[in-house]
Structure formats: structure tokens, C-alpha cells
């Protein structure tokens, strides 16, 4: 098993970046396809972004195509979302997921990832 714990949240202006980490514990993590996903009061969770076991494929909403990167540092046991260019409606409670069936994937469905985090919360001001 492995446990997910997020930072790098917080309040930023329209335009600005800001860069989440999620941290992993447990064995295996370089095994697992990873994402991130972000939440609104009274909404689902929405996909933003996926990155398969050793970085070499991602996968991204369209929402935040060209603004947001997923990363991974398999050493660090940490996937990272960069992302800039940030708008309102970016503002979200943002989640990481793992899958470890298959660490290949970069799926955008949210029933497909087993581990998730507690959640970090993101408000971009206009």
C-alpha cells in the first residue's frame, strides 16, 4: 500500500504558478501511475492531469493543457503538478491518486485510481 500526502497549496493571484507535491510512503511507488485530480462544493471530481510509472507519458485535461505539467521524481517518491497561467476557475480542493494495476496507465477516470490523498486546497484570486 501507499499513502499520499499533498502540499504546495494556497492563494494566488490570476496569472500566477504554483507548484503541488504529493509525497508517497510504502514500497512500489516507482510502480504506479499517477494523478491529480481537483474538486468544487457541489461538483465531481474533475481530471486534471496523469503521468504513467516512469514519466515517459502524460496525459492532461483540456482545461489546463499548455498551463499545467505533471512530473515524478521516483527517487524522491513525488509526483508534482506545475501550473501556471492560473485562472479562477482553477480554484479547486486538488487531489493525487495511484494506481498500481497497471503503471502504464494515464487514465482520466477517478474509479480506476486505488490510493488518494487528503486533498490541498488552491484559490486563485482575480
Known amino acids: ?20 507535491s504529493c509525497a508517497a510512503s510504502g514500497r512500489s511507488f516507482s510502480y504506479y501511475a499517477m ?17 504513467n510509472w516512469n514519466g515517459g507519458t502524460t496525459n492532461y485535461a ?34 493525487c491518486a495511484g494506481d498500481r494495476s497497471w503503471g502504464g496507465s494515464t487514465s482520466s477516470r477517478a474509479h480506476e485510481y486505488e490510493y488518494w490523498g487528503q486533498g490541498t486546497q488552491v484559490t486563485v484570486s482575480s
Open 1 to 20: 500500500q501507499v499513502q499520499l500526502v499533498e502540499s504546495g497549496g494556497g492563494l494566488v493571484q490570476a496569472g500566477g504558478s504554483l507548484r503541488l
Open 35 to 51: 494523478a491529480w485530480f481537483r474538486q468544487v462544493p457541489g461538483k465531481e471530481r474533475e481530471f486534471v492531469g496523469a503521468i
Open 62 to 95: 483540456d482545461s489546463v493543457k499548455g498551463r499545467f505539467t505533471v512530473s515524478r521524481d521516483n527517487a524522491k517518491k513525488t509526483v508534482y503538478l506545475q501550473m501556471n497561467s492560473l485562472k479562477p476557475e482553477d480554484t479547486a480542493v486538488y487531489y
